[in-house]
């Protein structure tokens, strides 16, 4: 298997003000040590309010989790009303940005090119996309996920670099099976990571597709952690609901000890 350091990600979504961030953190804190660290990279995305509190948290207390954001505009400024720039993101130290998550393609019209322009304007800033891509359960009962999810990866990757792509992060997320308790099998998650590991060796070459790291999301917990990030495809998870609870996020990074 190649050499690829497992990403656990804490999707908040709107949830936990600033307050309860850092309570939050400063549980997780405690939980996750060193030798945790060494062997999995972690980082947690909270509501655009709570960014400053977690990063001056994080950098005062010396914890090792990633700073990342859910979301960002595509433009350095102007007149967007309620948006954010990812050059503000990357003064706060964001390290990752969450692109194209189904939420955001689903629920605010997103599409494959208003996100392709994300994740090249994330990469301008210095900053690593985890770019989601994932279909519906009718696409699944009719076959039609391999496309789907082929598709998305082809439009958000199309205009980046090889090297771009080794480094980025691309996370397979079926919606049937976010927030709804229900899991992608560990062979079925395992089948559409490599799928998309094929489209992008067959985009960007061999080295890419070795490198980049691909996250499974959808109901992942500390119970199911272990098996789908033994798959050889699978390099992390996206969290959502379980990153809110502080123990069973930890147990998910310590996935290999379960
Ligand atoms: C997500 O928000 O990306 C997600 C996978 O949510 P959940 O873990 O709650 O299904």
Redesign the pocket.
């Known amino acids: 298997m190649a050499d690829r350091k497992p990403l656990i990600s804490g999707?908040w979504?709107m949830n936990l003000n600033h307050f309860e961030a850092t309570a939050t953190l400063d549980k997780l804190r405690y939980l996750l040590s060193k030798d945790d660290y060494e062997v999995v990279d972690v980082s947690v995305h909270p509501p655009f309010t709570d960014i400053r509190t977690v990063q001056t948290f994080l950098e005062s207390e010396k914890v090792p989790i990633a700073v990342g954001a859910q979301n960002c505009h595509w433009e350095a400024n102007g007149a967007y009303t309620g948006e954010i720039a990812p050059g503000m993101l990357f003064k706060l130290n964001v390290s990752y940005v969450i692109v194209g998550?189904s939420e955001r393609r689903e629920l605010f019209g997103e599409d494959d090119i208003v996100v392709a322009q994300k994740v090249k304007a994330v990469f301008e800033n210095g900053m690593t996309p985890i770019l989601c891509c994932g279909g519906t359960l009718e696409e699944r009962e009719g076959e039609a996920t391999r496309g789907k999810v082929t598709g998305q990866i082809h439009a958000g990757i199309e205009a980046l670099t090889p090297e771009q792509v080794a480094s980025m992060v691309l996370a397979y997320?079926p919606i049937w099976?976010?927030?709804t308790g229900r899991t992608a099998s560990a062979e079925d998650a395992q089948q559409v990571c490599s799928w998309i590991r094929a489209k992008v060796k067959d985009m960007k070459g061999a080295d890419a597709a070795k490198a980049v790291r691909i996250q499974y999301?959808?109901?992942?917990k500390a119970g199911n952690a272990a098996e789908l990030l033994s798959q050889p495809d699978i390099d992390g998870a996206?969290?959502?609901?379980?990153a809110l609870d502080p123990e069973e996020f930890a147990r998910i990074v310590q996935f290999r000890l379960s």
């Open positions: 999707n979504k998550h997320e099976a976010i927030g999301g959808g109901s992942v996206l969290v959502g609901g379980a």
